[in-house]
Structures are given as structure tokens and as C-alpha cells.
């Protein structure tokens, strides 16, 4: 390894050490405003795009849950809680029943 690859790796590993909101430095300040897109998932079912094409107003489509079980709360597509239904001054909404932890969340990535 030359001297010059040397001096650069060392100039690039003493600038991340001063690179701002490192872990010590973060303050989650910075992330509330950000915007998420929370969806919740009722069920899943799949089928032959013959099927797909054959559906119209008034059919039915058989999910894989059954009535009552909670419903798969996601926020930008990754599992986060499981919740019911409810109405609150008309309109829907959703208790939370159970939240999936942190780690959880990163072993169901892997």
C-alpha cells in the first residue's frame, strides 16, 4: 500500500470521527417532522390474474385471516404493531394490541 492510500485512509477515518450526529450527537429533533406512510393490512390473498380481471362490484374476496384476528399495522412497509378496529366520531381508526419490538423489527429483516 503506498503512502498516499495510507494518508487517505487516515484523513477519511479521522473526518467521519467528526462527522455531525454521530451516535452521541443525535437528538431525534431532527426526524419528528419527517413524514411516514402508516397503512394497516386487513389480509392477503392470492390469485390468477384471470381471477383478477373477473372481479367486479359486489364480489368477494377470500383473505388468509380470519374474522377477528388483528390487523398488521405497517409503517413504510415494515411490521410495526398489530391492532383492531375501532370508529371514533365516525370515522375508523386502530387500537394498538401489540407493538413489535426494535429488535424484533431488525430479526425480521434478516
Known sequence: MSSTSTESSAAA??????VPGRARDVSL???????VTLSL?????????RSLLQLNQGSVVELER?????????VNGTLVAHGEVVV????FGIRLTDVISPAERIRKLK
Open 88 to 91: 371514533v366520531d365516525e370515522q
Open 29 to 35: 429533533d431532527v426526524i419528528l417532522d419527517v413524514p
Open 13 to 18: 477515518s479521522s473526518d467521519l470521527s467528526t
Open 66 to 74: 380470519a374474522a377477528g384476528e388483528p390487523l398488521d399495522v405497517f
Open 41 to 49: 393490512e386487513v389480509g392477503r390473498t392470492r390469485l390468477p390474474i
